[in-house]
């Protein structure tokens, strides 16, 4: 079959699932998995035809992609920060704004020789963007599910950076861990009275566990950071968090009642307030609410 008819066939297929310019590059990206054809063949070859056996797997996935399977599921890897990585049904898919989040961190501070946490690291993708930034950093990443633990570990050994696993709660203490400089985390932030209202690809296909904080208790979580950032965050330490748009202002309360300084709220690219810091006072500060 000519590969131009099998992409007229994905927008014909897909066409109630994503926008036109979005089927594109799902098609492209499948092919470029599934049979190593780069991304720019049909402007060389219109005319280009697939033999029997590379058209199956594109097949495949589009049938897949009509359940509302994720892409990156479909092919098994997401990108993050120029990184690409394994991504399973096990973790949450990279997304843009965490990639803000580091940014945030890397351009911040110098923590070439300093001891970082990343609490709930799905695929690993701030931990490992922070190992390959700071080689000299001990980098340890904590994760309850040992699934999504397992892609970590891999996603680290074939970026070739050190990371530490760590199969462990967020919300319990850190047994007999040596104080952190750099406390990190993208926990689960969104209320359970949202989850109809998201995506099927997202709401149905990625992780629930990592995506959704109890409806009655929507800062869990971030009680549960603060409690470990208390117990294990070196002093003059910093605390960094990606959030939920809606509730900045709770969390930077909670955060400076806590008794961290200097809170300061950024906003994600799409104008939303999504991430939010605090450091850790040293000896003699005194508390000073922002």
């Not at 109630?16 to 063949?41: C, K, M, N, Q, W």
């Not at 843009?96 to 890397?106: C, D, H, K, R, S």
């Not at 990371?163 to 952190?180: I, K, S, T, V, Y």
């Not at 959704?212 to 971030?222: K, M, N, R, S, V």
């Amino acid at each position: 079959m000519l590969l131009r008819e099998i992409k007229s066939i994905y927008h014909q297929e897909l066409r109630e699932h994503y926008p036109a310019e979005e089927i594109d590059s799902v098609f492209y990206e499948v092919l470029e998995v599934f049979t190593g054809l780069p991304r720019f063949v049909l402007g060389l070859e219109p005319g280009k035809i697939l033999a029997k056996e590379a058209e199956t797997p594109l097949f495949e996935a589009l049938s897949r992609l009509k359940q509302h399977v994720p892409v990156q599921y479909v092919t098994g890897r997401g990108y993050f920060l120029g990184m690409t990585l394994k991504v399973t049904p096990a973790v949450l898919i990279p997304r843009p704004e965490t990639e803000e989040l580091v940014a945030w961190i890397t351009h911040s501070h110098d923590f070439s020789n300093s001891r970082l946490l990343d609490l709930g690291t799905g695929s690993g993708c701030i931990a490992i963007a922070l190992a390959r930034h700071w080689p000299g950093a001990q980098v340890c990443a904590l994760e309850l599910s040992a699934a999504a633990l397992e892609v970590a570990l891999e996603n680290a050994r074939n970026q070739e950076v050190k990371m530490e696993g760590c199969l462990a709660d967020m919300c319990q203490p850190l047994e007999g861990a040596a104080p952190f400089d750099l406390m990190v985390s993208n926990p689960p932030y969104i209320p359970e009275g949202e989850r109809r209202s998201l995506d099927a690809h997202v709401r149905d296909q990625e992780p629930g566990a990592a995506l959704f904080a109890p409806e009655d208790a929507p800062l869990a979580y971030y009680h549960c950071l603060l409690a470990r950032a208390k117990e294990s965050l070196r002093p003059g330490g910093w605390l960094y968090l990606e959030i939920h748009r809606d509730y900045a202002a709770p969390i930077a309360d909670l955060l400076r009642a806590g008794g961290l300084q200097e809170i300061q709220m950024k906003k994600d690219i799409f104008g939303n307030d999504r991430f939010l810091r605090g450091r850790k006072p040293v000896s003699g500060e005194t508390h000073q609410p922002l």
